[in-house]
């Protein structure tokens, strides 16, 4: 009798995803800890200089001068690559949609060095989104050595997008969510062991320079009572009614600076370089992104009024900074704008007599949850990157409840995803003619799909694309006509790499026929 001989094949995917991050990791990890480093650097200078031109207003002319300069100096970057426009994080998403593409050396450099002197001189803007891209930057160009294209070459970017955010705020977990939640739409393992093991690895890199306290640690007291949740349905919906009005201006400012300034787009930066000059003479404390704010208010609070100014400064220079096109992002500014309304909403529950004054700092953490999670729409990406920061678990329940009504509220008023937002200002319509070289997209279906329970056959789908595969769990079903679509199913579509974008958009038309486009 003769024993039948089995081969075992082994799958090495998922180990060269570890490797390839790894590599990822490392060179975004020093890349952007180089940048975050710079800025800091800067800033610290920024505020000597301001020191000391209290003391001597003479100087303040000449230091105008200087700053009009390096406006123009960065404006003509941006003139001249316009993909470092802004935060960043639109451009990578894009990128891993198809919807746009751009070369990586003049990218890196120039937001780079943008990034340093418009974040270090004391806008209001933040480095998250900046070395968002700028670690997917460095993976497009690795994956450039390494002559992929295609699928790996996105799983390389998605990586370097998750360990630049891990290289500037020691979050790894959190900015592998993000990037699945935010940038990549897709919980595929591939995406997340890719992503994981850059931004792990980033973080080691970083916390070698800059230790391993997370950029907003805060400490609290004790947890919050149940008693006092109400008081986070309150918070939450006023994050959320703020969040919007910080989106629409947010969205909007660009159409305000043409109408208001008769400069060239690419110069619109000397608005905000002449404006921080007042900021840093009176309230040099609150230049930058605003890391060093959250800290120190969470220590000490200052009294109502004052927090409110505080607010309105950092939302309107915040929208005019990122108005104005300079690479900068936004995601620390709006933790900041949301540590100030939890120190707002805390210090007048304490005025009325509804919260004791020893739970202040825990009201600020929640409400940076709650207001990134109302703009951004990314509300598990909130929620863990607090948890993170705060390296604490005690506060989950809250804060889940301060992000949800936050993001509902947003969510009522018709908000979008904020980056998602700022890509179709980007974007041209997509050609449905393209071709070339084949890709694939690969397209979830929610609980709330008009595609669930349809037959393949049923469907019209996308010219220039061909279903190939479904996969449902663990497995890949190959479909044929009579294969019914699931919820929870991702399709795996095959089409022309430049003619992704098409096919995404004719799927979120079917996926959505009344014309609501999927968050």
């Not at 393992?189 to 800059?210: K, P």
């Not at 992002?329 to 004054?357: D, R």
Request: aromatic share 10%; glycine share 12%.
């Amino acid at each position: 009798m003769q024993q039948s001989q089995q081969t075992t094949h082994h799958d090495f995917t998922r180990v060269q995803a570890i490797w390839f991050g790894i590599l990822v990791g490392i060179g975004a990890g020093i890349v952007v800890s180089a940048f975050r480093l710079s800025i800091e650097q800067l800033l610290k200078l920024m505020r000597v200089i301001y020191g000391w031109l209290g003391g001597h207003p003479i100087w303040v002319l000449p230091w105008a001068i200087l700053l009009v300069l390096v406006a123009v100096f960065v404006g003509h970057l941006v003139k001249q690559t316009g993909m470092i426009k802004g935060s960043g994080i639109p451009q990578i998403e894009g990128q891993l949609a198809g919807d746009l593409d751009y070369p990586w050396r003049p990218v890196l450099w120039k937001k780079f060095v943008g990034g340093i002197l418009g974040i270090g001189a004391g806008l209001f803007l933040g480095r998250e989104g900046p070395s968002i891209q700028l670690g997917g930057t460095v993976a497009q160009g690795l994956a450039e050595r390494l002559n992929f294209n295609g699928r790996r070459r996105r799983l390389m970017i998605a990586g370097g997008a998750a360990a630049g955010l891990s290289a500037a705020f020691n979050a790894p977990i959190a900015s592998t969510l993000f990037v699945l939640e935010e940038v990549y739409h897709s919980f595929s393992t591939l995406v997340w062991i890719t992503s994981l093991t850059s931004a792990v690895v980033a973080d080691f890199v970083s916390s070698e320079v800059f230790g391993l306290t997370p950029v907003l640690h805060i400490a609290y007291q004790r947890a919050l009572p149940l008693k006092y949740y109400g008081l986070l349905l309150i918070l939450g919906v006023g994050l959320g009614l703020l969040g919007y009005v910080y989106q629409q201006g947010t969205l909007r400012g660009g159409k305000v600076y043409a109408k208001l300034t008769w400069l060239p787009a690419h110069l619109n930066g000397i608005v905000p370089f002449l404006l921080v000059i007042p900021i840093g003479l009176f309230w040099p404390e609150s230049l930058g992104g605003g890391n060093q704010m959250i800290v120190d208010f969470a220590q000490t609070t200052p009294l109502l009024v004052p927090l409110i100014g505080y607010f309105v400064l950092r939302l309107v220079f915040s929208m005019i900074s990122y108005s104005s096109g300079l690479p900068g992002g936004i995601f620390l500014p709006i933790l900041t704008l949301g540590a100030l309304l939890g120190a707002i909403g805390a210090q007048s529950f304490v005025a009325l007599g509804w919260l004791p004054a020893g739970f202040i700092a825990n009201f600020i953490i929640y409400a940076m949850a709650g207001y990134f999670a109302g703009i951004s729409k990314a509300p598990f990406t909130a929620i863990l990157l607090i948890t993170e920061m705060v390296e604490s678990l005690q506060h989950l329940l809250p804060l889940a409840v301060v992000a949800i009504v936050a993001y509902i509220t947003v969510d009522l008023l018709g908000g979008a995803p904020i980056y998602e937002a700022l890509l179709e200002q980007m974007v041209t319509p997509a050609d449905p003619d393209a071709h070339g070289l084949s890709d694939r997209v690969e397209y979830p279906i929610g609980e709330d799909s008009a595609l669930v329970e349809c037959q393949v056959r049923d469907l019209k789908w996308p010219l220039g694309s061909l279903l190939v595969g479904v996969q449902r769990g663990e497995r890949q079903v190959i479909p044929h006509g009579d294969t019914l679509i699931r919820s929870g199913d991702t399709l795996i579509i095959l089409t022309y790499q430049h003619n992704r974008a098409y096919v995404r958009q004719q799927m979120r038309r079917m996926d959505h026929p009344a014309g609501y486009l999927p968050e």
